[in-house]
């Protein structure tokens, strides 16, 4: 079976040719393929943010072939490995990246390990496995070279898995974390945003944030004040909802909470980074 398309996700940047060096090698195997950047900035080694990106992204792009190439393992016995999820072939580094990506197709249904050396470039250099092994399989597969052939099957359940990011509902308090940080400052939440229901909290309400890790969260108690910020806001649909300046909470366009700032950075305002715990709850009337 070949595929028309192949996806790429990498945190290489565009200052050198390495996002070049993989597109040329998929062209030189498989002409016919074409190749959607998804982004190539996301930070350098952030695994988590790589994989947040990729599962946003990948329910749109049409069937085939996605490559993840965040890799700070590269090198090491870290596998590399086809996983197929749905009407997706995922290939990358097994650190993480590809798991969230699957789930959100309908999970991993199989996984091999990419082994066999006549699916990779005959010259590899031991820090660049998105050129010398992820693209050239890729490109492999996306011509119609069975998974199968790149390497012997794998159990699905060994492969690495990221924690799976807070989101809960207790006592009418949606318990939850800063899960992505995107181009604009908005913080979106690993909650989503069917839990505003769960919680008794509806558009137009006024609700507290807590945001930000505490003193007794990071050991420093002095911190508490400088770290996490209580602050209201309401609930809207859109940015305008609110004034210039002001916060909103809503559900963004991936179906998740997300806290922005009409015209700013809620990220920035909220001095908020991925992974910190956010709390949110109705505000007291008398607030």
Do not use: K
Request: glycine residues 12%; aromatic residues 6%; proline residues 6%.
């Amino acid at each position: 079976m070949t595929h028309r398309w192949v996806g790429f996700l990498t945190d290489y940047g565009y200052r050198d040719g390495f996002v070049a060096a993989c597109h040329g090698v998929i062209a030189r195997i498989a002409p016919d393929v074409r190749v959607i950047d998804v982004t190539h900035a996301v930070p350098a080694q952030d695994v988590r943010h790589g994989a947040v990106v990729l599962a946003q992204t990948v329910p749109y792009l049409p069937p085939g072939v996605v490559v993840g190439v965040v890799d700070p393992g590269v090198g090491s016995a870290r596998r590399g490995i086809a996983l197929t999820a749905g009407e997706y072939t995922f290939v990358g580094p097994d650190n993480g990246l590809l798991g969230w990506a699957a789930d959100a197709v309908g999970g991993a249904a199989s996984v091999v390990e990419l082994a066999s050396p006549e699916y990779r470039l005959s010259s590899r250099a031991a820090t660049f496995h998105g050129r010398d092994v992820f693209a050239p399989a890729a490109a492999h597969i996306a011509a119609g070279v069975p998974v199968s052939e790149l390497g012997p099957a794998v159990p699905v359940d060994t492969v690495i898995r990221l924690p799976d990011p807070l989101s809960r509902v207790r006592d009418g308090v949606v318990e939850t974390e800063a899960h992505l940080i995107d181009h604009f400052g908005n913080v979106t939440l690993a909650a989503r945003g069917d839990v505003l229901m769960t919680a008794g909290i509806s558009a137009g309400d006024r609700v507290q944030v807590s945001a930000g890790a505490s003193g007794s969260d990071t050991g420093d108690e002095a911190a508490d004040d400088v770290r996490v910020r209580r602050v209201d806001m309401v609930v809207g649909r859109i940015f305008a909802d609110v004034g210039v300046g002001e916060l909103v909470l809503y559900v963004d366009s991936h179906g998740y909470l997300a806290i922005a700032v009409n015209q700013d950075s809620a990220a920035g305002e909220l001095r908020l980074h991925p992974g910190d715990p956010v709390t949110v709850r109705r505000a007291s009337s008398s607030s």
